[in-house]
C-alpha cells in the first residue's frame, strides 16, 4: 500500500519551532523529488521546499530560506521540515508530497503541484 503518513503539527507561538515528518511506504523512494506544500485557508496551496531523495539537494521558497529546513533519513524513508522562527502567517495545513518519475530532475519545477503524485493527509500547523 502506498502512502505518505506525516507527523508532527500542532500549535506553537510566534516565534518557536515544529518538525514535520513524513513517512513514505510501498513508495520508490530514492531519486525523486519530496516536497513540503501548503494551504492556508481561503488561499490557494504554495510549495514550501523540496528535496531530491538519495542526493539530498534541496529548494526552498523564498519566504522561508534561514527559517525552514528539509532534510532526509533515506534508511526510513523519511523526510523531515523543520521550522524555525515561525510566524503567524506560516499558519496553514501542511502536505508532504512524493515527486512523480522523473521528479528529482533538474529541469523538473519542484514548485509545481503536478510535479507531484502521491500526497499525505496533511497536518494543521498553528502559529499565534
Known amino acids: 500500500h502506498v502512502q505518505l503518513v506525516e507527523s508532527g503539527g500542532g500549535s506553537v507561538q510566534a516565534g518557536g519551532s515544529l518538525r514535520l515528518s513524513c513517512a513514505a511506504s510501498?513508495?520508490?523512494?530514492?531519486?525523486?523529488?519530496m516536497g513540503w506544500l501548503r494551504q492556508a485557508p481561503g488561499k490557494e496551496r504554495e510549495w514550501v521546499a523540496s528535496?531530491?531523495?538519495?542526493?539530498?539537494?534541496?529548494y526552498y521558497a523564498e519566504f522561508v530560506k534561514g527559517r525552514f529546513t528539509i532534510s532526509q533519513d533515506n534508511a526510513k524513508d523519511t523526510v523531515y521540515l523543520q521550522m524555525n522562527s515561525l510566524k503567524p502567517e506560516d499558519t496553514a495545513v501542511y502536505y508532504c508530497?512524493?515527486?512523480?518519475?522523473?521528479?528529482?530532475?533538474?529541469?523538473?519545477?519542484?514548485?509545481?503541484?503536478?510535479?507531484?503524485?502521491?500526497w499525505g493527509q496533511g497536518t494543521q500547523v498553528t502559529v499565534s
Open positions: 508530497a512524493a515527486g512523480v518519475r522523473g521528479s528529482g530532475s533538474r529541469g523538473v519545477d519542484k514548485r509545481e503541484p503536478r510535479t507531484y503524485g502521491l
Open positions: 510501498g513508495y520508490t523512494y530514492s531519486g525523486n523529488a
Open positions: 528535496i531530491v531523495t538519495g542526493g539530498g539537494t534541496t
